[in-house]
């Protein structure tokens, strides 16, 4: 259902679960009300990382606050895409209130995992409860040596095997070494990641940075990755298939899709899962995209035999994709790419420097923009606000002017909600 607080109307919310089905009910709503209520321009907006939906629908609610305003004779529609992702509660979201649980302070130590966050965990992971606290706790005692560290690295896999099972593999990589390499070392090189970050916020002092800072990142690590593939597959089998239906039901509304984060990854795999012939999807546009910059490569610069998972994808799209970055974004400017494939290289590689350590084979999309994509455009947001925005293909928009707040460990990679980006959709989707 609908919230009466949306700001925006008509809205409507799609709820899809980790295999990419769709509520029924929501569905046949969406497909029966939207011609009746006028709509012409339906955009379609995919949230990335969160705890529940409260949290993905007040994001709606504030992003699409200012399009009446800016689009006053527009036919519009909204859609809140609802589906199961989480976040640690500790990562801030600039203008959102924080966790209660993340803000609880006493005399007593806070635990390392707030029970907002255990909470997530055990949701996505409702087989491993059992693995969930005995993590939790090895966070909190920090037991010394390797052994404690290499034990954390094996609960963690395990985590992963219940992630992966049921899903499609809509990844063009494999999984990333940072969970099959020695724990002890990628602890060591996530916590000096995670201190060239926040070095007041680390518990090392003017030390050597605590691996065990980097245990509680490895854990975040293989809940993104378990949500980055989730995110592809609600996507290529859940919202591809809906929004061909869509199409049937109602051939003249335009859509446009947006999503953030994970939610990008899910936007632009519905492209691989859209009927045949469908043409309906009129723009696209990633706001901090969590995936692969070469997504929509025909070959791999690192690798020309091979293409990325979405080649050749973006001329489903009857428009342009509008790909939103900065690098203001620590999540996809540092953890991703040392992440997605942590090369045990014993040079010391901190904050921005990491991206230059390991070259741009693991970048991301909300990182530097889509890569190795043949007559894709460059501009700037202001540059892209004075428009006209290219009418089809890739566009890459460097969107730091205004998406640069947040802090460790995900840096500007939430702080989405600006009336600039919201223009940049409508640009996108040439919404008078």
């Known amino acids: 259902m609908a919230d009466p607080g949306m700001s925006v109307t008509p809205y409507w919310e799609l709820t899809f679960d980790a295999d990419g ?4 009910p929501e569905r046949d709503r969406l497909t029966a009300q939207v011609t009746d209520r006028g709509v012409r321009d339906l955009v379609v907006f995919a949230h990335g990382w969160n705890n529940d939906r409260s949290g993905a629908t007040a994001l709606y609610r504030r992003f699409f606050a200012p399009v009446p305003e800016l689009a006053p004779r527009a036919r519009l529609g909204y859609v809140g895409v609802i589906w199961p992702s989480m976040r640690f509660s500790d990562e801030p979201i600039p203008d959102f209130p924080r966790s209660v649980a993340a803000e609880e302070a006493g005399a007593a130590p806070r635990p ?3 029970k907002d966050t255990r909470r997530a965990l055990l949701e996505t992971f409702p087989d491993r409860t059992t693995v969930v606290d005995r993590l939790a706790r090895m966070l909190d005692e920090r037991p010394g040596g390797e052994a404690g560290l290499t034990e954390f690295g094996r609960l963690v896999r395990l985590l992963l095997d219940e992630g992966r099972r049921g899903a499609a593999d809509t990844d063009e990589e ?8 020695d724990p002890a070392g990628v602890c060591e090189e996530l916590a000096g990641a995670l201190a060239a970050l926040d070095p007041a916020g680390t518990t090392a002092g003017f030390g050597l940075p605590d691996p065990w800072d980097g245990a509680k990142e490895l854990l975040r690590q293989a809940t993104y990755y378990t949500m980055k593939r989730r995110a592809g597959a609600v996507g290529e089998h859940g919202l591809g298939p809906l929004v061909g239906r869509l199409a049937e039901a109602a051939p003249g509304v335009r ?3 947006v999503g953030h984060s994970f939610g990008g990854r899910l936007v632009a795999f519905a492209l691989r ?14 706001l901090q995209g969590a995936f692969s910059h070469y997504a929509f490569a025909s070959q791999l610069p690192h690798d020309p035999d091979r293409a990325g998972a979405l080649k050749g994808r973006e001329r489903r799209i009857d428009g342009p994709l509008v790909c939103c970055h900065s690098h203001f974004d620590s999540a996809l400017g540092t953890f991703y790419p040392l992440a997605s494939r942590l090369a045990g290289d014993d040079r010391s590689c901190a904050g921005n420097e990491i991206a ?4 741009p084979r693991w970048g991301a999309m909300g990182h530097d923009g889509v890569q190795a994509v043949s007559g ?15 009418a089809s293909g890739c566009v890459s928009v460097d969107v730091a002017a205004v998406v640069r707040r947040g802090g460790a460990p995900s840096g500007a990679h939430s702080d989405i909600v600006h009336p600039e980006l919201a223009r940049v959709v409508l640009a996108a989707g040439r919404i008078a």
Not at 174 to 181: K, M, N, Q, S, Y
Not at 273 to 286: Q, W
């Open 21 to 24: 089905d769709v509520d029924g």
């Open 112 to 114: 390392a995992l707030d």
């Open 376 to 390: 894709t455009a460059r501009t700037d947001l202001a540059a892209a606000l004075a428009g006209p925005l290219p």
């Open 255 to 257: 859509v446009h899709l």
């Open 273 to 286: 899962g859209l009927p045949e012939g469908v043409r309906a999807v009129k723009s696209v546009t990633l």
């Open 356 to 359: 230059a350590v390991l070259g």
């Open 174 to 181: 494999g999984e990333p070494a940072v969970f099959t390499l």
